[in-house]
């Protein structure tokens, strides 16, 4: 297992392994969550859409090209979450607890929308963030499974991911502001 903490993010950079398709995360309290990483434009967009479920231990992380105002729209998200904004050293911004999930059928200018600065960022199950003692300032650590191919990582510097010419990942802005993820200029 590859372990990076605060302190390698805040060296310059952290590398998600080229095939990473989770991370796990360490919660202040010691608490392990299984992220899957949503690191292209079409899984930021779909994040945690249509789920029925999230289990406690288990999560999303986004990480975006470069760091800005994030926007994370509910439309489609079923569960209720909390949403964890993170800087290029994985400290933690602002944090949004128990974000309304949407409902079927709902109007689009009634369902939540919540936005700050990030450049990476951390959905989790409702009540998870005070559970486990996530607040600004906190830092989190993050490694990947040892199986994960690595002969190419993905460098996750300051400012975002930069692409790989050998494997043309990269993570772009999304379209509008209707998907998750929008960087404000």
Known sequence: MLLLSAESAAAGAFEIPKCAQEAFLALPDGFPVRAQLALTREEQAKGLMFRKELKQDRGMLFVFKEAGEKSFWMKNTFVELDIVFLDKDLKIGKVFHRVTPSTP???DSEVAVVSAPALCVLELAGGS????GLKP???LKIS???DTCS???IKVPS??????ADTGA???PLLDGRHLGKTKK
Request: charged share 20%; aromatic share 4%; glycine share 20%.
């Open 144 to 146: 990947f499974p040892s």
């Open 129 to 132: 963030a005070r559970k486990h």
């Open 137 to 139: 300032g906190v830092r």
């Open 105 to 107: 059928g709902q109007g």
């Open 170 to 172: 990269a993570v772009s």
């Open 159 to 164: 400012g975002g991911i930069e692409p790989q």
């Open 151 to 153: 002969d190419a990582a």
